[in-house]
């Protein structure tokens, strides 16, 4: 008997993470896979959709100029009111904490659609950071009936919460598969800026900020802070693939343009930017991703943000918590590019977020699945 499986994603992230997986899914004989973007991010998700040969059965095409979201999670549920109607899936999968994942979530519980949750268990215990990320994966993981957790602290979390423990699976983590599929050691930048870096002569940093609870005065301080590297070491450049939010590009442009081994660019496909973490020497980012994905390239990772949902990562010592106030990140991001053996000891620390078979995981439980 076929079982059919309807994914939804709206994110680039999301998009990331769930490409292999629908990949696979579309590969068996025994699931019908369905594909439903909301284009919650349009361009971004986009691009991911090319690169992995993926092609929408829907497409909500939700995306507006400013559109809050409390907008984002009416439009989903309504959209998918049509899409649960039409196909009537066995389960519905979604991803992460998006609003996106949330929304699609709910409407299929108002439809009594089972759900699968993958990335599920990870947590905060701060409703209001990562916002409105914490909340958003913390009620999609109530409402759903299989959790595919990465890690086994995920699963523990989960347990305290009253989620039984038959529904809930370790599986790692899907981008470790997205990861390694895209990885090229001799990948050529047609970026103009990044194709004149000196990759092998300077060590090279890489930074994201983009997060709502940085914006504002965290965000001031964070750049400062890279400001303060950029002019200290000579041998260092740092890339920052700008986010399009206007608040973000106005900080970094009034506090990081202008020194000429700071690079502000234009935000990047997944590709050249995964291959840019691979050429990079460390990562500085409030990026919850790239706490998972810099580590299985040998990359130390700062995170630029108070607290984390990946505490596996910071346990294994591949990933440190940097907070957000000035002279913190300074100093610690001043000891990897000065003491080799601190670095050392992060660069060659073992990724916990799994090995490149999460997804062959999911499917074979999905396969088992009694439904």
């Not at 699609?104 to 947590?123: D, K, M, N, P, T």
């Not at 900080?251 to 234009?266: M, V």
């Amino acid at each position: 008997m076929t079982m059919k499986v309807l994914t939804v994603f709206g994110t680039r992230p999301e998009a990331i993470k769930m490409a292999p997986l629908v990949k696979k899914l579309k590969e068996e004989r025994t699931i019908e896979s369905v594909l439903c973007v909301t284009a919650q991010h349009r361009e971004m998700l986009d691009q991911v959709l090319e690169l992995f040969g993926l092609i929408p059965d829907y497409d909500l095409n939700i995306m507006k100029p400013n559109q809050s979201i409390s907008m984002i999670t009416a439009n989903v549920l309504l959209g998918l009111e049509e899409v649960f109607q039409k196909e009537k899936p066995d389960i519905v999968l979604v991803h992460g904490d998006t609003t996106t994942t949330f929304a699609a979530a709910l409407a299929a519980f108002y439809h009594q659609i089972s759900i699968g949750h993958v990335e599920a268990g990870l947590r905060t215990y701060d409703k209001y950071s990562p916002y409105p990320e914490e909340m958003n994966r913390v009620m999609t993981g109530h409402l759903a009936d299989l959790h595919f957790s990465p890690t086994k602290r995920n699963r523990e979390n989960l347990l305290r919460e009253g989620i039984k423990e038959e529904r809930i699976f370790i599986t790692g983590n899907t981008v470790i598969d997205a990861l390694l599929e895209i990885a090229d050691k001799p990948y050529q930048f047609e970026d103009k800026t990044l194709a004149g870096i000196d990759f092998e002569h300077k060590r090279v940093i890489t930074v994201t900020c983009h997060r709502r609870e940085n914006l504002g005065e965290n965000m001031e301080h964070i750049f400062s802070a890279v400001r303060r590297i950029g002019d200290e070491f000579d041998d260092v450049e740092i890339i920052y693939p700008v986010h399009l939010n206007p608040k973000v590009r106005e900080t970094a442009g009034r506090i990081l343009a202008g020194a000429d081994n700071i690079h502000l660019i234009e935000p990047l496909q997944y590709q050249p930017f995964v291959n840019l973490q691979a050429k990079s020497y460390l990562i500085i980012t409030d990026s919850g991703g790239m706490q998972e994905e810099a580590p299985s390239l040998g990359k130390p990772v700062l995170v630029v943000r108070k607290e984390t949902e990946r505490p596996e990562a910071v346990e294994a010592g591949t990933v440190k918590l940097a907070g957000v106030e000035q002279e913190m990140i300074y100093e610690m991001t001043k000891e990897l590019l000065t003491d080799q053996a601190a670095y050392s000891k992060m660069a060659h620390a073992a990724n916990p977020y799994g090995d490149g078979h999460a997804c062959e995981r999911i499917i074979e439980i999905l396969r088992n699945w009694k439904r």
